[in-house]
């Protein structure tokens, strides 16, 4: 009887761990074709279904902002252009770990391009003395920075990984960490960064290695 009723717990306990971890829905096999969109820009993403647990995507995203903004510097107004442009290829696996609808995903993307750039000019010359400096003389400021290169991705996807039917949305939330940037500068006139400055100005941008990824996609499954 013991015997019995433990064999029955068993086929139970086992029961539950199958149900939970396959989905008749997802077979191996399976294909999808995503159009993303979200903090990394817009891209496109393929999805293929490797075996019941596992999934695996292959994908690219492009992200071109630029603004351009008067800031108040060391007492002279300056014209600031911000722009930040991140070209990436991916691949992610993604793997169920609450029922249908949340899934760990771990992978990495190499970034062709992964830079901001801060270009800052006087908006006005000024006098130093008995000498009168125009814009042009003061010259423009260029600041890169660079993050291009192999990285890593953990994060989390939500809702279906494959449509039940045709269409679907999915959410992913995660991280890449993209390591410390390379910094250069250049100048056009009297503005510059000494090489005091410039070490400052690295160690300043060591904190900022993490992109945070909020990516809606809108897949179709086929």
């Given at each position: 009887m013991k015997r019995n009723l433990l064999l029955l717990l068993m086929v139970s306990i086992g029961s539950i761990s199958y149900g939970q971890s396959w989905d008749p829905d997802i077979t191996e096999g399976q294909k999808s074709l995503s159009l993303?969109?979200?903090?990394?820009?817009?891209?496109?993403?393929?999805?293929?279904?490797?075996?019941?647990?596992?999934?695996?995507r292959a994908g690219f995203s492009i992200?071109?902002?630029?603004?351009?903004?008067?800031v108040q510097s060391f007492s002279n107004d300056t014209?600031?252009?911000?722009?930040?442009?991140f070209t990436n290829a991916h691949l992610l696996l993604d793997y169920p770990i609450i029922g249908k609808s949340v899934r760990l995903v771990l992978g990495g993307a190499y970034?062709?391009?992964a830079e901001g750039t801060i270009e800052s000019k006087a908006v006005e010359g000024f006098k130093l003395g008995?000498?009168?400096?125009t814009a042009e003389?003061?010259?423009?400021?260029v600041i890169r920075s660079d993050w291009k290169g192999l990285r890593p991705y953990g994060g989390l996807a939500f809702f279906?990984?494959?449509p039940k039917n045709k269409i679907n949305v999915s959410l992913?939330?995660?991280?890449?960490?993209l390591g410390a940037p390379e910094v250069s500068t250049s100048s056009t006139g009297m503005l510059y960064l000494d090489e005091t400055n410039r070490q400052r100005l690295e160690d300043n941008l060591k904190d900022y290695k993490w992109l945070p990824i909020i990516q809606l996609g809108i897949n179709y499954k086929f």
């Open positions: 993303q969109l979200g903090t990394q820009g817009i891209g496109l993403q393929f999805k293929y279904q490797l075996i019941n647990n596992l999934s695996a992200l071109p902002v630029e603004t351009d903004k008067v014209d600031d252009r911000l722009k930040a442009s970034f062709f391009k008995d000498r009168q400096f003389e003061i010259g423009m400021l279906r990984d494959f992913d939330l995660g991280l890449y960490n």
